[in-house]
Protein backbone atom coordinates (compact mmCIF):
# COMPACT_ATOMS: atom_id res chain seq x y z
CA UNK A 1 0.00 0.00 0.00
CA UNK A 2 1.26 3.42 -1.02
CA UNK A 3 0.45 6.77 -0.89
CA UNK A 4 0.19 8.52 -4.51
CA UNK A 5 2.93 10.27 -4.18
CA UNK A 6 5.10 7.61 -3.26
CA UNK A 7 4.39 6.07 -6.72
CA UNK A 8 6.84 5.98 -9.66
CA UNK A 9 6.84 8.95 -11.68
CA UNK A 10 5.83 7.35 -14.78
CA UNK A 11 2.87 5.31 -12.89
CA UNK A 12 2.09 8.86 -11.37
CA UNK A 13 1.42 10.49 -14.69
CA UNK A 14 -0.39 7.37 -16.69
CA UNK A 15 -2.91 7.81 -13.59
CA UNK A 16 -3.40 11.63 -14.36
CA UNK A 17 -3.22 11.34 -18.28
CA UNK A 18 -6.10 8.36 -18.15
CA UNK A 19 -9.10 9.46 -19.82
CA UNK A 20 -12.02 8.82 -18.15
CA UNK A 21 -15.17 8.25 -19.86
CA UNK A 22 -18.42 10.08 -18.40
CA UNK A 23 -22.26 10.44 -19.43
CA UNK A 24 -23.74 13.98 -18.13
CA UNK A 25 -27.33 12.95 -18.23
CA UNK A 26 -29.34 16.69 -17.70
CA UNK A 27 -33.14 17.39 -16.69
CA UNK A 28 -33.67 14.57 -14.38
CA UNK A 29 -34.42 16.97 -11.34
CA UNK A 30 -38.03 16.34 -11.63
CA UNK A 31 -38.12 12.77 -12.95
CA UNK A 32 -37.59 10.15 -10.07
CA UNK A 33 -38.99 7.61 -11.62
CA UNK A 34 -36.01 7.86 -14.71
CA UNK A 35 -33.55 8.20 -11.89
CA UNK A 36 -34.69 4.99 -10.52
CA UNK A 37 -34.74 2.95 -13.93
CA UNK A 38 -31.18 4.64 -14.61
CA UNK A 39 -29.88 3.81 -11.27
CA UNK A 40 -31.25 -0.05 -12.05
CA UNK A 41 -29.60 -0.62 -14.96
CA UNK A 42 -26.39 0.52 -14.08
CA UNK A 43 -26.12 -1.64 -10.68
CA UNK A 44 -27.61 -4.84 -11.67
CA UNK A 45 -24.41 -6.30 -13.15
CA UNK A 46 -22.53 -8.44 -11.48
CA UNK A 47 -24.07 -8.95 -8.04
CA UNK A 48 -27.60 -7.57 -8.36
CA UNK A 49 -28.94 -5.00 -6.25
CA UNK A 50 -32.50 -6.13 -5.41
CA UNK A 51 -35.03 -3.53 -5.41
CA UNK A 52 -35.13 -2.87 -1.32
CA UNK A 53 -31.42 -1.48 -2.10
CA UNK A 54 -32.23 0.54 -5.35
CA UNK A 55 -34.73 2.45 -3.49
CA UNK A 56 -32.55 2.86 -0.83
CA UNK A 57 -30.21 4.02 -3.28
CA UNK A 58 -32.86 6.41 -4.90
CA UNK A 59 -35.04 8.07 -2.12
CA UNK A 60 -32.34 8.28 0.77
CA UNK A 61 -32.97 11.87 1.02
CA UNK A 62 -36.53 11.03 1.66
CA UNK A 63 -37.89 11.56 5.14
CA UNK A 64 -40.36 8.83 4.92
CA UNK A 65 -38.25 6.60 3.60
CA UNK A 66 -35.20 7.48 6.16
CA UNK A 67 -38.27 6.63 8.38
CA UNK A 68 -39.17 3.34 7.54
CA UNK A 69 -35.16 2.33 6.98
CA UNK A 70 -34.82 3.17 10.71
CA UNK A 71 -37.85 1.94 12.02
CA UNK A 72 -36.61 -1.76 10.11
CA UNK A 73 -33.48 -1.21 11.98
CA UNK A 74 -31.23 -1.16 8.53
CA UNK A 75 -29.23 1.20 10.04
CA UNK A 76 -28.08 -0.02 12.73
CA UNK A 77 -26.05 -3.52 14.31
CA UNK A 78 -28.49 -5.58 15.47
CA UNK A 79 -26.46 -5.15 19.44
CA UNK A 80 -28.11 -1.61 18.75
CA UNK A 81 -31.44 -2.34 17.92
CA UNK A 82 -34.11 -0.71 20.01
CA UNK A 83 -37.21 -2.36 21.81
CA UNK A 84 -39.51 -1.02 19.32
CA UNK A 85 -37.03 -2.39 16.29
CA UNK A 86 -37.06 -5.52 17.99
CA UNK A 87 -40.52 -5.60 18.29
CA UNK A 88 -41.15 -4.97 14.61
CA UNK A 89 -38.93 -7.54 13.58
CA UNK A 90 -40.88 -10.21 15.93
CA UNK A 91 -44.18 -9.23 13.92
CA UNK A 92 -42.62 -9.70 10.99
CA UNK A 93 -41.87 -13.12 11.99
CA UNK A 94 -37.08 -11.91 11.10
CA UNK A 95 -34.99 -14.57 12.38
CA UNK A 96 -32.79 -14.06 14.84
CA UNK A 97 -30.11 -14.35 12.28
CA UNK A 98 -31.41 -11.39 10.86
CA UNK A 99 -32.30 -10.71 7.12
CA UNK A 100 -30.02 -9.97 4.03
CA UNK A 101 -30.40 -6.43 1.27
CA UNK A 102 -33.10 -4.55 3.67
CA UNK A 103 -35.85 -7.38 3.74
CA UNK A 104 -37.20 -5.97 6.62
CA UNK A 105 -37.61 -2.50 5.32
CA UNK A 106 -38.69 -3.96 2.19
CA UNK A 107 -41.77 -5.75 3.77
CA UNK A 108 -42.97 -2.30 5.86
CA UNK A 109 -42.62 -0.96 2.36
CA UNK A 110 -45.21 -3.17 0.51
CA UNK A 111 -47.29 -2.46 3.01
CA UNK A 112 -47.57 1.30 2.49
CA UNK A 113 -47.33 1.02 -1.45
CA UNK A 114 -50.56 -1.01 -1.40
CA UNK A 115 -51.87 0.71 1.09
CA UNK A 116 -52.10 4.08 -0.51
CA UNK A 117 -51.23 3.45 -4.03
CA UNK A 118 -53.84 2.76 -7.20
CA UNK A 119 -54.70 -0.42 -7.66
CA UNK A 120 -53.42 -2.32 -10.49
CA UNK A 121 -50.06 -0.85 -9.89
CA UNK A 122 -47.21 -3.83 -9.20
CA UNK A 123 -45.96 -4.01 -5.97
CA UNK A 124 -42.84 -1.97 -6.89
CA UNK A 125 -44.05 0.97 -8.77
CA UNK A 126 -47.01 0.94 -6.22
CA UNK A 127 -44.14 1.29 -3.19
CA UNK A 128 -42.44 3.43 -5.58
CA UNK A 129 -45.64 5.77 -6.11
CA UNK A 130 -46.06 6.11 -2.38
CA UNK A 131 -42.35 7.62 -1.72
CA UNK A 132 -42.97 9.74 -4.58
CA UNK A 133 -46.30 11.02 -2.98
CA UNK A 134 -44.75 10.76 0.50
CA UNK A 135 -42.23 12.94 1.02
CA UNK A 136 -42.18 15.66 3.77
CA UNK A 137 -40.97 15.63 7.45
CA UNK A 138 -44.65 15.92 8.89
CA UNK A 139 -45.29 12.50 7.51
CA UNK A 140 -42.82 10.52 8.19
CA UNK A 141 -43.12 10.74 11.88
CA UNK A 142 -46.04 8.93 11.57
CA UNK A 143 -45.36 6.08 9.96
CA UNK A 144 -44.02 4.10 12.30
CA UNK A 145 -46.81 4.47 14.83
CA UNK A 146 -49.80 3.36 11.79
CA UNK A 147 -46.87 0.20 11.14
CA UNK A 148 -46.83 -0.87 14.72
CA UNK A 149 -50.58 0.05 15.40
CA UNK A 150 -51.83 -2.41 12.23
CA UNK A 151 -49.34 -5.31 12.70
CA UNK A 152 -49.80 -5.22 16.70
CA UNK A 153 -53.73 -5.26 15.46
CA UNK A 154 -52.94 -8.51 13.00
CA UNK A 155 -50.79 -10.25 15.69
CA UNK A 156 -54.40 -9.81 18.42
CA UNK A 157 -56.77 -11.10 15.63
CA UNK A 158 -54.67 -13.96 14.12
CA UNK A 159 -52.30 -14.83 16.75
CA UNK A 160 -48.51 -15.55 16.73
CA UNK A 161 -49.50 -18.74 14.23
CA UNK A 162 -51.82 -17.56 11.33
CA UNK A 163 -49.99 -13.84 11.17
CA UNK A 164 -48.51 -13.23 8.15
CA UNK A 165 -48.44 -16.95 7.20
CA UNK A 166 -49.32 -18.88 4.32
CA UNK A 167 -51.76 -21.97 4.94
CA UNK A 168 -51.18 -25.53 3.99
CA UNK A 169 -53.56 -28.08 2.12
CA UNK A 170 -54.34 -29.26 5.62
CA UNK A 171 -55.63 -26.04 7.44
CA UNK A 172 -52.22 -25.74 9.16
CA UNK A 173 -50.30 -22.48 9.02
CA UNK A 174 -46.51 -22.48 7.80
CA UNK A 175 -44.09 -19.80 6.85
CA UNK A 176 -44.09 -16.40 6.23
CA UNK A 177 -45.94 -15.49 3.10
CA UNK A 178 -46.07 -12.16 1.37
CA UNK A 179 -49.48 -12.27 0.45
CA UNK A 180 -50.49 -13.17 3.73
CA UNK A 181 -49.12 -10.17 5.20
CA UNK A 182 -49.99 -7.81 2.35
CA UNK A 183 -54.02 -8.72 2.77
CA UNK A 184 -54.18 -8.97 6.56
CA UNK A 185 -52.49 -5.87 7.16
CA UNK A 186 -54.38 -4.04 4.87
CA UNK A 187 -57.41 -5.60 6.23
CA UNK A 188 -56.44 -4.67 9.78
CA UNK A 189 -55.77 -1.13 8.86
CA UNK A 190 -59.70 -1.12 7.83
CA UNK A 191 -60.71 -2.13 10.93
CA UNK A 192 -58.60 0.58 12.62
CA UNK A 193 -60.01 3.28 10.36
CA UNK A 194 -63.42 2.15 10.01
CA UNK A 195 -64.66 0.37 12.68
CA UNK A 196 -62.28 2.23 15.89
CA UNK A 197 -64.71 1.34 18.16
CA UNK A 198 -65.86 -1.93 17.17
CA UNK A 199 -62.43 -3.06 17.64
CA UNK A 200 -62.63 -4.17 21.17
CA UNK A 201 -65.44 -5.96 20.42
CA UNK A 202 -63.74 -8.16 17.54
CA UNK A 203 -61.22 -9.05 20.16
CA UNK A 204 -63.19 -10.26 23.02
CA UNK A 205 -63.42 -13.84 21.39
CA UNK A 206 -59.75 -14.64 20.94
CA UNK A 207 -59.14 -16.18 17.73
CA UNK A 208 -62.42 -15.52 16.13
CA UNK A 209 -61.74 -14.05 12.90
CA UNK A 210 -59.22 -17.58 12.11
CA UNK A 211 -61.90 -19.59 10.52
CA UNK A 212 -63.43 -16.71 8.30
CA UNK A 213 -59.59 -15.84 7.10
CA UNK A 214 -58.75 -19.66 6.77
CA UNK A 215 -61.74 -20.26 4.19
CA UNK A 216 -61.14 -16.84 2.75
CA UNK A 217 -57.18 -18.21 2.08
CA UNK A 218 -58.84 -22.07 0.59
CA UNK A 219 -60.68 -20.07 -1.80
CA UNK A 220 -58.58 -16.88 -2.69
CA UNK A 221 -54.94 -16.95 -1.93
CA UNK A 222 -53.85 -21.36 -1.78
CA UNK A 223 -52.92 -22.23 -5.74
CA UNK A 224 -54.08 -19.43 -6.69
CA UNK A 225 -51.85 -17.84 -9.38
CA UNK A 226 -49.92 -14.83 -7.75
CA UNK A 227 -49.96 -11.79 -9.26
CA UNK A 228 -49.82 -7.54 -8.28
CA UNK A 229 -53.80 -8.04 -10.23
CA UNK A 230 -55.07 -10.99 -8.31
CA UNK A 231 -53.29 -10.00 -5.13
CA UNK A 232 -54.90 -6.49 -5.54
CA UNK A 233 -58.64 -8.48 -5.97
CA UNK A 234 -57.76 -10.10 -3.05
CA UNK A 235 -57.29 -7.53 -0.34
CA UNK A 236 -60.65 -5.74 -1.85
CA UNK A 237 -62.77 -9.25 -1.32
CA UNK A 238 -61.12 -9.93 2.27
CA UNK A 239 -62.14 -6.27 3.29
CA UNK A 240 -65.81 -7.25 1.64
CA UNK A 241 -65.94 -9.91 3.93
CA UNK A 242 -64.76 -8.23 7.14
CA UNK A 243 -67.04 -5.62 6.46
CA UNK A 244 -70.14 -7.91 6.31
CA UNK A 245 -69.03 -9.49 9.06
CA UNK A 246 -68.38 -6.96 11.32
CA UNK A 247 -71.85 -5.28 10.35
CA UNK A 248 -74.00 -8.52 10.80
CA UNK A 249 -72.02 -9.34 14.42
CA UNK A 250 -71.43 -6.16 15.39
CA UNK A 251 -74.23 -3.86 14.53
CA UNK A 252 -76.56 -1.98 17.23
CA UNK A 253 -80.15 -3.27 17.21
CA UNK A 254 -82.78 -0.78 16.77
CA UNK A 255 -83.26 -0.44 20.63
CA UNK A 256 -79.67 0.13 21.18
CA UNK A 257 -79.26 2.43 18.23
CA UNK A 258 -81.92 4.57 19.45
CA UNK A 259 -80.56 4.58 22.93
CA UNK A 260 -77.86 5.99 21.54
CA UNK A 261 -78.90 8.58 19.77
CA UNK A 262 -81.18 9.57 22.66
CA UNK A 263 -78.21 9.70 24.95
CA UNK A 264 -76.02 11.70 22.54
CA UNK A 265 -79.39 14.81 22.09
CA UNK A 266 -79.62 17.99 24.19
CA UNK A 267 -81.28 17.63 27.57
CA UNK A 268 -83.85 19.43 26.25
CA UNK A 269 -84.45 18.06 23.07
CA UNK A 270 -84.11 14.10 24.37
CA UNK A 271 -87.11 14.72 26.76
CA UNK A 272 -89.10 16.26 23.72
CA UNK A 273 -88.55 12.94 22.13
CA UNK A 274 -89.09 10.59 24.94
CA UNK A 275 -92.74 12.52 25.59
CA UNK A 276 -93.58 11.86 21.42
CA UNK A 277 -92.56 8.68 22.08
CA UNK A 278 -95.09 7.81 25.30
Known amino acids: NRYFSELP ?10 LIPVTRIEGLQDNRAAVYELFRRYNTG ?3 LNGAEIRHAVFHENPCHQALFRLAG ?10 EIKRVRELLRISKKGAKGFSTYDKICRYFGYKYSTKGMTTSIAIHNFFELHDAEDLASGLAKEFIKTAEL ?8 YRFSKIKEDGTPGGFAAWAYTIQMIGARHILDAHPDTKSKILEEEG ?14 FNQRQNSTTLWGSQEEWVRRLENWINNSFSDTEKESAINLLSEMEPQLRRGAINKLK
Do not use: A
Open 9 to 18: ETVRERIQNT
Open 46 to 48: GTN
Open 74 to 83: EDRMKDEYSQ
Open 154 to 161: CHDLFGPK
Open 208 to 221: VVIPIWTEFYMEHV
